[in-house]
């Protein structure tokens, strides 16, 4: 049971390039979240998608876009890649409810 | 905003030494999470706990909400218990959740 898969685990962009993060769980679960974490700071949210059919906004949304494309997958676009966006990505899921909440290993992403 | 604040912001301990790591809630939260991302940066979810007390193993974790805060207990702390710990809780009657800015525990061999 691979859980929440993310790719690439790497990647160095060059600054108004554009690139797509992918993540894909396989425990049925309903809800599925995109990250982000600066050095010494806590996870903020950029995208969340409810449920199927649904996405919405979290705190850092600017300069991001998401497809939930099925139940499995939630991608994450970058249109123009800025060096303010050099950060760690997480993606997670969660079944309905709370707790569960699973996480996937992480991209690295540089701009430059 | 409901503001978080965990504390101490870093942690040394000698391998077989106990602690606790607190979290603070200017407001009531429900469904409390804590997490561990261990040095290779793996996030990994502890315990989900809204209210009570909660143990696995050597970690156990206290949540007294109406009093705002939540504790988590490490005992005879070993090495792979190193990185850091992030208390988290949803901001709205959904389930994404906030994240405090962490406590790093290093465990000296």
């Known amino acids: 049971n691979a859980g929440v898969t993310q790719t690439p685990k790497f990647q160095v962009l060059k600054t108004g390039q554009s690139m797509t993060l992918q993540c894909a769980q396989d425990m049925n679960h309903n809800s599925m979240y995109w990250y982000r974490q600066d050095p010494g700071m806590g996870l903020r949210l950029i995208y969340y998608?409810?449920?199927?059919?649904?996405?919405d906004k979290g705190e850092v949304p600017n300069g991001y876009n998401v497809s939930r494309l099925n139940k499995r997958e939630f991608s994450l676009r970058l249109e123009s890649a800025a060096p303010s966006q050099t950060s760690v990505y997480f993606c997670?899921?969660?079944?309905?409810?709370?707790?569960?909440?699973?996480f996937g290993s992480g991209t690295r992403l540089t701009v430059v | 905003g409901i503001q978080v604040e965990q504390s101490p912001p870093d942690l040394i301990l000698q391998e077989g030494a106990n602690s606790t790591l607190r979290c603070n809630f200017s407001?009531?939260?429900?469904?409390l999470q804590w997490f561990h991302q261990n040095p290779w940066g793996q996030l990994i979810n502890l315990f989900y706990i809204p209210s009570g007390t909660k143990q696995n193993g050597r970690l156990s974790a206290t949540t007294v909400a109406t009093e705002r805060y939540s504790l988590l207990y490490i005992s005879s702390s070993q090495t792979t218990d190193s990185g850091v710990y992030f208390c988290?809780?949803?901001?709205?009657?959904?389930?994404?959740?906030?994240f405090g800015a962490g406590t790093t525990v290093t465990v000296r061999a």
């Open positions: 997670a899921s969660t079944p309905i409810g709370a707790g569960g909440y699973t």
């Open positions: 998608s409810a449920s199927e059919g649904t996405t």
């Open positions: 988290a809780f949803p901001r709205s009657n959904d389930y994404k959740l906030s």
């Open positions: 407001d009531s939260v429900n469904n």
